[in-house]
């Protein structure tokens, strides 16, 4: 077993980027906690500003993180001319709405996922942050952390050839309670968007746009669902699985499976990733653990792009947004899950 150092990869992001940036965070549940905490690892990623609908909340979030400023309103912390990118923490439901908030105030955009709830939404953000000429990209954090950066490298060596099948899931016990955000459809609730989004993606990364869907979900009582099941096929002839559940503790992974062996992702409950690659007469096993769970790795490529002038992530680029967006549209049409108000 070998232990990826992940804290040489964070040195070296910190010697690639140049300019420090003022960062605003939109929201202050509990992802947003956990992305100011990676942030504070990052010398040039200024805690500036944090906005909240309550400005007690804000206070307290700046007084924990640091912050130099604090707004109990998301419209004022966009006003304020020292913000240069925001993160936007808040539920699905309202990523659309904030984001174009934040880019027509001319910020930089980093967008929690799923950018928004369907294709079209997702198209006219994209659209508003080209209008603007301002840097956006969906919070899809794996690609970014080490463990992937190494399957990556695997992949493109070919050394195990050509990639046959994928297997994700992403599935932990969340108790159903109709208030929660994960069952509460106003916000966009339910496993697909909220988690089955990442199996999703890693299966789009690698295997491109499929060419047809096959789908169930097991919807809860709300109409969000509790659990999706999802049979991909491609043009040519390969297949694809996504699984996931907020109905019991299977865990995340991927499996990969080639024409010379299998690669494995796994994440631990403590947030370790584990790479597991099984060549023909080999087997190389290692175990990261990046620290503050590793979204630094995501806020790292945003400041890259910025300074490079880059208005999109090559590694998460617009488009692949769109298309996962997309792809997530034919699951739900397949499966019944709907968005009231928000669904042609
Ligand atoms: N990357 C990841 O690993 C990861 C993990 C968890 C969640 N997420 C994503 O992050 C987003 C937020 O998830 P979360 O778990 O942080 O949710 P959360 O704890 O409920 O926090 C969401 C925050 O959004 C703000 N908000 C604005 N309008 C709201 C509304 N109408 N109802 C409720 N909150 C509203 C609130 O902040 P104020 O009250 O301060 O305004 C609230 O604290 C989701 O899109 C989710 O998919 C990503």
Redesign the pocket.
């Known amino acids: 077993m070998i232990a990826g150092d992940s804290k040489e990869s964070l040195t070296l992001c910190k010697l690639i980027i140049m300019k420090a940036y003022n960062w605003g965070i939109l929201?202050?549940?509990?992802?947003?906690h956990k992305f100011a905490r990676a942030l504070m690892l990052l010398d040039n990623g200024h805690l500036y500003a944090v906005g909240?609908?309550?400005a007690q909340?804000?206070a307290a979030f700046a007084s924990e993180f640091g912050f130099t400023k604090h707004y109990g309103s998301y419209e004022e912390m966009l006003s304020d001319p020292g913000v240069e990118v925001v993160y936007i923490?808040?539920?699905?439901s309202?990523?659309l709405e904030h984001t174009l908030l934040a880019l027509r105030n001319g910020k930089h955009v980093l967008c929690?996922?799923?950018m928004s709830l369907n294709a079209p939404e997702v198209t006219v953000m994209a659209d508003e942050a080209r209008k603007q000429e301002l840097f956006l990209m969906e919070?899809l954090?794996p690609p970014f952390q080490p463990s992937y950066v190494k399957a990556d490298e695997i992949l493109k060596s070919g050394k195990l050839g050509k990639l046959l099948h994928m297997r994700g899931k992403f599935a932990f016990v969340s108790p159903y309670e109709p208030e929660r955000?994960t069952y509460d459809l106003k916000?966009g609730g339910g496993s697909l968007l909220?988690i089955g989004i990442y199996p999703i993606m890693d299966i789009l990364r690698y295997m491109g746009e499929p060419e047809s869907v096959i789908a169930s979900s097991v919807l809860a009582p709300t109409g969000a669902d509790e659990s999706t099941s999802v049979i991909f096929r491609f043009s040519d002839g390969r297949m694809a699985e996504a699984y996931s559940s907020f109905g019991n503790m299977g865990g995340v992974s991927t499996e990969f499976n080639f024409e010379n062996g299998n690669l494995n992702l796994t994440r631990g409950r403590d947030r370790s990733q584990h790479l597991l690659i099984e060549y023909p007469n080999d087997v190389d096993d290692r175990i990261f653990t990046p620290p503050a769970q590793g979204y630094q790795y995501e806020a790292v490529e945003v400041m890259n792009c910025l300074d490079r002038g880059l208005t999109e992530s090559r590694v998460v680029p617009l488009s692949f947004s769109i298309m996962l967006a997309r792809t997530l549209d034919a699951v739900r049409e397949k499966t019944g899950i709907k968005y009231p108000g928000r669904d042609r």
């Open positions: 929201g202050t549940g509990n992802i947003a909240s609908r309550d909340k804000a923490s808040s539920p699905h309202h990523h929690e996922k799923p919070a954090w955000r916000l909220d």
